[in-house]
C-alpha cells in the first residue's frame, strides 16, 4: 500500500509556456504533499508544504507566483511550473504523508527540460 | 544550511562486501531516516530510527544513531549489484510534520 503516482515522467516545453505536475496518492488519503527540487547528483531541496484545502507553504527562496500548488482533493496535488525558463530545469519529486506515519511515499519523479 | 553531510560521497565495492554509510546533521531529531533513489526515480523508505534508539536492524540493513555526535550510520551487509544506487539519510526536526531535510546523499556502486 501507500503508492504515489506522479505524472508525467518527463516533459520538454519551450521557454515561456507552463508545466502542471501532478502528484496522486493511489491508495491514501494525504493531507499532507511536500514538492522537492533535484538537481544532478545533489540532494533533495524541499520547495514546498502542500496542504489540503489551503494555501501551499513555500521554503525561503521560493517564488509561489512561479511554482503554483493546488491541493484540492485529499488524494491530488499539483505543481505548476509558470513562464518555464531553462533554469527551471529539473527534476521534481512529490512526496505524501500517510496519517500519523512518520515515513513519506514518494512519486517517481518528473524531469522537466526547458529549451 | 541545514542540511546533513553524508560520507563517502561516492563508494564502489564489490558484491558481498560490506558498504557503510555515515551521515551528520546539525539540529536536534526527532527521528532519522534513510531512503533509497535510484537513478531517475523517486526515493523508497528503507528505515527509521528514533532520538531514543541506538541502533536498528532490518534484514541486511542496520542503522545507529549518536545523538551526543548527530551522526548515523547505514550499514549495508553482503552487497549486491542489485542495491547499486543513491542513499539518503534525512533527518525529521519538526516533530512529525514530514518536513526532512535530506543529507547530500552517498552514491554507491556494487560490481558484480
Known amino acids: 500500500g501507500a503508492v504515489v503516482s506522479q505524472h508525467p515522467s518527463w516533459v520538454i516545453c519551450k521557454s515561456g509556456t507552463s508545466v502542471k505536475i501532478e502528484c496522486r496518492s493511489l491508495?491514501?488519503?494525504?493531507?499532507?504533499m511536500f514538492w522537492y527540487r533535484q538537481f544532478p547528483k545533489q540532494s533533495l531541496m524541499l520547495m514546498a508544504t502542500?496542504?489540503?484545502?489551503?494555501?501551499?507553504?513555500?521554503e525561503q527562496g521560493v517564488e509561489k507566483d512561479k511554482f503554483l500548488i493546488n491541493h484540492a482533493s485529499l488524494t491530488l496535488s499539483t505543481l505548476t511550473v509558470t513562464s518555464a525558463h531553462p533554469e527551471d530545469s529539473s527534476f521534481y519529486i512529490c512526496?505524501?504523508?500517510?496519517?500519523?506515519?512518520?515515513?513519506?511515499?514518494f512519486g517517481s519523479g518528473t524531469q522537466l527540460s526547458v529549451l | 544550511s541545514q542540511q546533513g553531510e553524508e560520507d563517502p560521497q561516492a563508494l564502489s565495492i564489490q558484491e558481498g562486501e560490506n558498504a557503510t554509510m555515515n551521515c551528520s546533521y546539525k539540529?536536534?531529531?526527532?527521528?532519522l531516516q534513510w531512503y533509497r533513489q535510484n537513478s531517475g526515480r523517486g526515493l523508497v523508505h528503507l528505515i527509521l530510527?528514533?532520538?531514543?534508539?541506538r541502533e536498528k536492524h532490518s534484514g541486511r540493513l542496520r542503522v545507529t544513531l549518536d545523538t551526543s555526535k548527530k551522526s548515523s550510520s547505514l550499514l549495508i551487509t553482503a552487497s549486491r549489484a542489485a542495491d547499486t544506487a543513491s542513499y539518503f539519510c534525512?533527518?525529521?526536526?519538526?516533530?512529525?510534520?514530514?518536513?526532512?531535510?535530506f543529507g547530500q546523499g552517498t552514491t554507491l556502486q556494487v560490481k558484480p
Open positions: 534525512a533527518t525529521d526536526y519538526s516533530g512529525n510534520t514530514g518536513k526532512l531535510i
Open positions: 512526496s505524501a504523508k500517510h496519517g500519523g506515519g512518520e515515513k513519506l511515499f
Open positions: 539540529t536536534s531529531i526527532n527521528n
Open positions: 491508495d491514501f488519503q494525504a493531507t499532507t
Open positions: 530510527i528514533r532520538s531514543n534508539e
Open positions: 502542500s496542504n489540503e484545502g489551503s494555501k501551499a507553504t513555500y
